[in-house]
Structures are given as structure tokens and as C-alpha cells.
Nanobody
Framework: QVQLIQSGGGSVQSGGSLKLSCVVSRYIHNGYCMAWFRQRPGKEREGVAANDKDGVTNYADSVKGRFVISQDKAKRTHYLEMNNLKPEDKGMYYC???????????????????????WGQGTQVTVSS
């Protein structure tokens, strides 16, 4: 059974930091695009950051320079470190996995992830001003 188990999240003040974790089942860890998405209040789900099967990362413009996606292969765990958080970063954050595509800036990636991808349970991030 494919599983992505998330942890982390919570509430911080503007400018603060949080780190999200996503532990993945053994057999989907290799050769997959690992991505983070978020759904902010009143908005569509959107891609935030992704790490492709070759370890190449990409980010949404809104989080570049503030968020960092990383992985610990030995622990089968992917991370999203969020720094200098802003109130507009508030939302539900999800990790997801699928083989490709892996560009968070494209609707295609979101659509394929939604249709075929494996998803974590989501974790809430709240940023107060």
C-alpha cells in the first residue's frame, strides 16, 4: 500500500519558520517526483516545490528564496523548510508523489498529480501578522 505520512506544520508569526516532513513508502521513493502543494483559503491548489527523480528542484515564484525542498534518502523522508513565512502562506500543505512531470509551475503537473499521484494527508500552516 502506497503511503505518504506528513508531519510538521503549525502556527507561527510572520517571518518565522516551519519544517514539514513527508515519509514515503519504500517502493515509491526512487524514480519519483516528490512535490509539495498547498491550498490557501479561497484559492485553488497550487504547486510549491518539487524534487525530481534526478534530484533537480524547482519552486513556485512566490516561495523562491524562502522555501527549500530536500530529502533524506536513508530515511525515505522529504522535507519542506519554510522560512520568512508570510500571512499569505497560510493554508493546507500536501506532499505528493508521481513519476512525472515534475514542474510545479505547470497546470499539467498539478492535473496529473491530482489524477494519478499519491498524496499525504495534509498539514495546516498558519501565519499570523
Amino acid at each position: 500500500q502506497v503511503q505518504l505520512i506528513q508531519s510538521g506544520g503549525g502556527s507561527v508569526q510572520s517571518g518565522g519558520s516551519l519544517k514539514l516532513s513527508c515519509v514515503v513508502s519504500r517502493y515509491i521513493h526512487n524514480g519519483y517526483c516528490m512535490a509539495w502543494f498547498r491550498q490557501r483559503p479561497g484559492k485553488e491548489r497550487e504547486g510549491v516545490a518539487a524534487n525530481d527523480k534526478d534530484g533537480v528542484t524547482n519552486y513556485a515564484d512566490s516561495v523562491k528564496g524562502r522555501f527549500v525542498i530536500s530529502q533524506d534518502k536513508a530515511k525515505r523522508t522529504h522535507y519542506l523548510e519554510m522560512n520568512n513565512l508570510k500571512p499569505e502562506d497560510k493554508g493546507m500543505y500536501y506532499c505528493a508523489a508521481e513519476k512525472d512531470p515534475c514542474s510545479v509551475g505547470t497546470v499539467q503537473t498539478l492535473n496529473i498529480m491530482m489524477a494519478l499521484g499519491h498524496w499525504g494527508q495534509g498539514t495546516q500552516v498558519t501565519v499570523s501578522s
